[in-house]
């Protein structure tokens, strides 16, 4: 299992339930890196997308106790989820946020995807700082590239250790 996100310098996710920036670039990478893979999110990530719709061309699994939305698979808890994740390759699922959800899902993931942006966003939800985290390693850091007024790196970071939930 996987994860990707876009970080602020302090690894803040997300102000309002939305996103703190609005990258071309970095919804690009996130987009293809995720289609026809299985996202596991959490039901305000869900509630964050267009409409509050499901991510097109993906199978989505929402972490909630509430009643899963049509076109989506839910899970009420981690076993319930981790159940489910037998059906699927490991390296085709990517854990999308919000911050619970990586908070709870970032020790089992094999890797990280980041997009870091070189501003504060003034975040209100924040995913653990991957830099501060003995069990994560950076494996690659990508040249500053300008997306719509802000610099970004695109990282990748290994987890030395990840937790099995099979």
Do not use: H
């Not at 899970?75 to 919000?98: H, T």
């Amino acid at each position: 299992m996987r994860a990707i996100f876009c970080a602020d310098e302090k690894w803040g996710i997300g102000k309002d339930n939305g996103l703190l920036f609005s990258l071309p670039k970095d919804m690009k990478f996130f987009r293809e890196t995720t289609k026809g893979k299985v996202v596991v999110m959490g039901r305000k990530t869900l509630e964050s997308f267009p409409g509050g719709q499901p991510l097109k061309g993906r199978v989505n699994i929402v972490l909630s106790s509430k009643e899963a939305k049509e076109g989506t698979v839910g899970a009420k808890s981690l076993d319930a989820l981790f159940e489910l994740l037998k059906n699927y390759p490991e390296d085709e699922v990517f854990v999308i946020g919000g911050e619970s959800v990586y908070n709870a899902l970032l020790p089992y993931c094999s890797e990280v995807y980041v997009t870091k942006v070189a501003a504060d966003g003034g975040a209100d939800a924040f995913a653990p700082n991957l830099d501060e985290d003995e069990a994560f390693a950076l494996t690659q850091e990508g040249e500053p590239l300008e997306d719509n007024g802000f610099c970004i790196r695109f990282c990748t970071y290994r987890n030395t250790s990840p937790k099995s939930f099979s």
